[in-house]
């Protein structure tokens, strides 16, 4: 409990140093990121950052690919949430999760610096 406080509270004070523009997503990792042991949330951090790395770019493809409306919208949302129980690996549920934030966050017409700052994100957050 005390290595999650001084996690949430490291990123807080970054967040709030350099002004990151959702700072949720470098707060909201350093929580899950730590565990009970270093070897683990080392091996987390690299899960989350091969996740980043390879879900984002395909998530970004198909925002491209996929025609824009409400419905790629809704089931991008519904498969995110989904992936949080859907696959025991999770670098596998990392990497689909970050595609289909990407994916709706291209479809509804954000900048696609939205889905890279989830990738740079997911970079500092270790």
């Known amino acids: 409990m005390v290595a999650v406080t001084f996690a949430v509270a490291c990123a807080s004070i970054f967040v709030e140093w350099r002004h990151v523009e959702h700072g949720q997503w470098v707060i909201w990792p350093a929580a899950s990121v730590v565990t009970g042991d270093a070897a683990s949330a080392r091996r987390k951090l ?51 999760r970050c595609a289909l934030v990407a994916l709706a966050i291209i479809d509804a017409d954000q900048s696609i610096a939205f889905a890279v700052e989830r990738v740079e994100t997911s970079c500092s957050a270790g």
């Open 46 to 96: 690299g899960d989350r950052l091969l996740g980043a790395f390879v879900g984002v770019p395909i998530g970004v493809s198909l925002g491209f690919l996929m025609p824009h409306n409400g419905i790629v919208i809704e089931l991008a949302t519904v498969g995110t949430v989904l992936s949080l129980v859907a696959f025991r690996r999770y670098p596998l549920a990392f990497g689909l």
